[in-house]
């Protein structure tokens, strides 16, 4: 699959760049890229959360009313559930919600959001660049040149580029990457997936 490549102004270069069917041409496994996104949303979930049972409360420890003769139900501590301030029956406690996922399910996951990707041509090959400064004026220009402004694009480096970064900082959805980073949730997440040159020949040797 050939693919044109485009300068930042939006203009085709010339030259053309051939995308490897057995990543960017599979037949995508959706079950796997359920799994992948998953694991990748469970893993970012803080599990802080915290109740006080009823052993962790403050109260006091006095019965609150004789055992018999009242007509009523029991009553031996201020800490019962069933009280207002009383602890909470079996409440959530810390917990870590990741699980393992193997990593042949997760690059095929990954395959699979490339190829949707693909598929629906929603894929743009930039050639390198960078910028002398961070510019945000300059980012957003070359968002309206591939004419993916006011859309949700990735951008895929080869390596980490601070300049790119902090000039997409304040462009709304806008989010720039590096192949160690890349996972499955980005992609499928994105509208347009812009990847640099480099960052092809570095996905395609990866994967």
Do not use: C, W
């Not at 041409?25 to 799994?35: F, K, Q, R, S």
């Amino acid at each position: 699959m050939e693919v044109a490549v485009f300068n930042i102004e939006g203009k085709e270069t010339g030259r053309m760049v051939n995308l490897n069917e057995t990543i960017f041409g599979i037949e995508p496994n959706d079950h796997a890229i359920y799994l992948d996104t998953k694991q990748y949303l469970a893993s970012r979930r803080q599990g802080t959360h915290k109740s006080k049972e009823r052993g962790e409360i403050m109260g006091s420890t006095r019965k609150l009313k004789k055992q018999k003769g009242t007509g009523t139900a029991r009553f031996g501590s201020i800490k019962n559930p069933e009280f207002r301030g009383g602890g909470r029956i079996f409440g959530p406690r810390p917990r870590f919600y990741g699980f393992k996922l193997n990593k042949k399910v997760k690059q095929l996951a990954r395959k699979s959001a490339l190829s949707y990707k693909a598929k629906e041509n929603k894929i743009i090959v930039l050639e390198d660049f960078s910028f002398e400064a961070p510019r945000t004026s300059e980012m957003a220009a070359m968002n309206a040149n591939l004419k993916i402004m006011n859309k949700k694009s990735l951008f895929v480096l080869s390596e980490q580029n601070k300049n790119i970064y902090l000039s997409s900082r304040n462009l709304q959805g806008v989010e720039v990457v590096t192949i160690s980073d890349l996972n499955t949730y980005n992609i499928m997440k994105a509208s347009t997936l812009v990847l640099t040159e480099s960052a092809v020949d570095v996905l395609q040797s990866t994967l």
